[in-house]
Nanobody, 120 residues
Framework: QVQLVESGGGLVQAGGSLRLSCAAS????????MGWCRQAPGKQRELVAG???????NYADSVKGRFTISRDNAKNTVYLQMNSLKPEDTAVYYC??????????????WGQGTQVTVSS
C-alpha cells in the first residue's frame, strides 16, 4: 500500500519561505511522476509542481521562479522549496504520485495534506 506523508507546513509571513517534505512508503523509484497539488478555500485543486523519474520538472505559472521541486530517491522523499510566499499561496498542499507515464492527472496517490498559511 502506498503512503505519502507530508510535513513542513505552517504559518509564515508574506515574503517568507517554507520547505515541504513528502516521505513515501517504499521506493519512489517506481513512481514516474511525483509532485505537489494544492487546494485553497473555495477553489479547485491545482497542480503546483511535478517531477518525473527522467528528470523533467514543471510548475504552475503562478509559482514559477519561486518554488522548486526536488526528489531524493535514496531517501524516498520529495521536497517543495517555497520562497517569496504570497497570501494567495495559502492552501492545503498535497503530495501526489503516479506510475503512469501518460494521462496521469489527476494522480492516483495522494497524501493527507499539510496546511500552508501566508499572512500579509
Amino acid at each position: 500500500q502506498v503512503q505519502l506523508v507530508e510535513s513542513g507546513g505552517g504559518l509564515v509571513q508574506a515574503g517568507g519561505s517554507l520547505r515541504l517534505s513528502c516521505a513515501a512508503s517504499g521506493s519512489i523509484g517506481s513512481f514516474y511522476v511525483m509532485g505537489w497539488c494544492r487546494q485553497a478555500p473555495g477553489k479547485q485543486r491545482e497542480l503546483v509542481a511535478g517531477t518525473t523519474s527522467d528528470g523533467s520538472t514543471n510548475y504552475a505559472d503562478s509559482v514559477k521562479g519561486r518554488f522548486t521541486i526536488s526528489r531524493d530517491n535514496a531517501k524516498n522523499t520529495v521536497y517543495l522549496q517555497m520562497n517569496s510566499l504570497k497570501p494567495e499561496d495559502t492552501a492545503v498542499y498535497y503530495c501526489v504520485a503516479d506510475r503512469r507515464r501518460a494521462n496521469w492527472y489527476p494522480p492516483k496517490y495522494w497524501g493527507q495534506g499539510t496546511q500552508v498559511t501566508v499572512s500579509s
